[in-house]
């Protein structure tokens, strides 16, 4: 039988949610995460476990995306993933932005800044960015959000990113 790697069974579920297909989305990717938990292979666990938690920000279950969230960022710190710890992290500050916690927001949105300057994928990680406008939309603070957002095009420009509704992750 033909079984396909972990990794692109994530991958499939990231594309799923990225067309809108949450139930397809989740299904794919919570059976991801349950086969590598029952192996024991944590590497598999923080990419499908942030894009896991990306369906469930768009459905509304923001606390089930706050926990998995976390433990994506914890196990790609763990297991020297950095590009996916910059996504969860990055995911992370847009959520605390949406629910208006600044303190967080901006130490999610610098540590994912800072991965992504430490692997010079600023185009790649550059949802931190959005994050910080939604936070400075939300306090009113127009000008900074602004600026955010003018940077994030920059960098986005600068990576070869060119189409606003294709994201670079």
Known sequence: ??????????????AFRAVGEHDRAR???????ADARARSAP???????ARRAAVDLEEGRWASAEAALDEA???????GQEADRGIALATRAWLDAARGR???????????LDVARSLGQ????????AALALLDL???????????LDEALRVAAAAGWSDAAVPPV
């Open 122 to 129: 600023g185009g790649a990680l550059d949802h931190a960015r």
């Open 138 to 148: 939300g306090a009113g603070r127009m000008e900074e959000a602004a600026g955010h």
């Open 27 to 33: 299904a794919v990717l919570d059976a991801v995460i």
């Open 102 to 112: 600044e303190d967080a927001c901006r130490a999610h949105a610098d540590a994912a």
């Open 43 to 49: 590497g598999v666990l923080p990419y499908a476990l």
């Open 1 to 14: 039988s033909f079984e396909v790697a972990p990794q692109l069974r994530a991958y499939l579920g990231a």
């Open 73 to 79: 960022a914890a196990l790609a710190l763990a297991t």
